[in-house]
């Protein structure tokens, strides 16, 4: 069965620091996988989304995760912190190829993070 | 209105009430999702519809009841809730493209408190 683990339920970075935020997943395929984030008092929303085309994939906010099968890893990345990043954040992994057109969306246990001005 | 939009968003509910929370998007999705997120624990699919029928069913307790009238549409009827049922419950949607990813959208949520 596929799962998610995410390192760290909460990570403070200070702002204009680096942002990395790590998942890994458990698949005997590479999976899609996804990550999403979670304002307070908000829904989830998708940030980016890896489909088997570039290793590298760029989202919005100016996050960004590399997929290294060698590694199970999907690691969120933004290069300098703002305030307004300061969120829950969720990888998530699904099969591929879908064998539903509802294929289960499999989420890692979320991680928190502060932004320190 | 856009999106998926839950409602109500904040409801306060004895054990013994019966109430509904509701569920729409207007983005003209045929597949719609109740998930349930508790603080410290991963988010729990608990129903899934496609094309207004139920595909799955996690072992939820009956004391959640979903209806799906149309595909625009998705409530989670509750009754008889234990405290341990107060969370955030989130509503989905996705469109089944027949091939790639399964992305989701997420209403804001009905954050549930049973007393």
């Known amino acids: 069965a596929q799962s998610v683990t995410q390192l760290g339920s909460h990570v403070s970075v200070s702002e204009g620091a680096l942002v990395l935020l790590r998942c890994n997943y458990s698949?005997?395929?590479?999976?899609?996988l996804f990550w999403y984030v979670q304002y307070p008092n908000q829904g989830l929303q998708l940030l980016l989304k890896y489909t088997s085309a570039a290793t590298l994939v760029k989202g919005i906010n100016g996050f960004e995760a590399e997929f290294k099968k060698s590694e199970t890893s999907f690691h969120l990345t933004k290069p300098s912190a703002h305030m307004s990043d300061a969120a829950e954040y969720f990888c998530?992994?699904?099969?591929?190829?879908?064998?539903?057109?509802?294929?289960?969306?499999?989420f890692g246990p979320g991680t928190s993070l502060s932004v320190i001005p | 209105e856009t999106g998926v939009t839950q409602t109500p968003r904040h409801l306060v509910m004895g054990m013994t009430n019966k109430k509904s929370l509701k569920c729409e998007q207007h983005?003209?999705?045929?597949?719609m999702y109740w998930y349930k997120q508790s603080a410290k624990k991963p988010l729990e699919l608990m129903f899934v519809y496609s094309l207004e029928e139920r595909v799955e069913n996690n072992s939820v307790p009956s004391r959640f009841s979903p209806e799906c009238p149309n595909s625009s549409h998705l409530f989670l009827h509750l009754h008889t809730l234990q405290p341990e049922d107060s969370a955030l419950y989130l509503c989905?949607?996705?469109?089944?493209?027949?091939?790639?990813?399964?992305?989701?959208?997420f209403g804001a949520g009905s954050r549930l408190t049973v007393l």
């Open positions: 989905a949607s996705s469109q089944d493209r027949g091939t790639g990813a399964n992305v989701l959208t």
């Open positions: 698949s005997s395929v590479p999976p899609y």
């Open positions: 983005l003209g999705h045929n597949a």
């Open positions: 998530a992994v699904s099969p591929t190829p879908m064998k539903t057109s509802y294929d289960k969306v499999i």
